[in-house]
């Protein structure tokens, strides 16, 4: 995990999990860290957009605790019949 990363204020450390391209100016990155206010692992799924005019994260995203992310996860499954 590397110190801060590109969302400095938010977390003490982070590591990118991957990324899925939705066009060639947008993506939705996973990304999992240790929150900075409070210590807590969290798992973050945000969109990232890279424009002439803003290069960065979106306020389109969400982030879940492990444990959450894990229900998450096979609802996601259920939801695509692979459950």
């Known amino acids: 995990m590397s110190e801060a990363g590109e969302g ?7 590591q990118e999990v991957g ?7 947008t993506m939705i990155k996973f990304e999992k860290g240790v929150r900075k206010r409070d210590k807590r692992d969290i ?3 945000r969109t ?31 939801a695509l019949g692979k459950a």
């Open 8 to 14: 400095g204020g938010f977390w003490e450390s982070v």
């Open 19 to 25: 990324k899925i391209d939705v066009n060639d100016t």
């Open 43 to 45: 798992i973050s799924v």
């Open 48 to 78: 990232w957009v890279k424009t002439q005019k803003y290069s960065g994260p979106t306020k389109a995203g969400f982030a879940l605790d492990p444990k959450t992310a894990e229900g998450f996860y096979a609802l996601l499954g259920k």
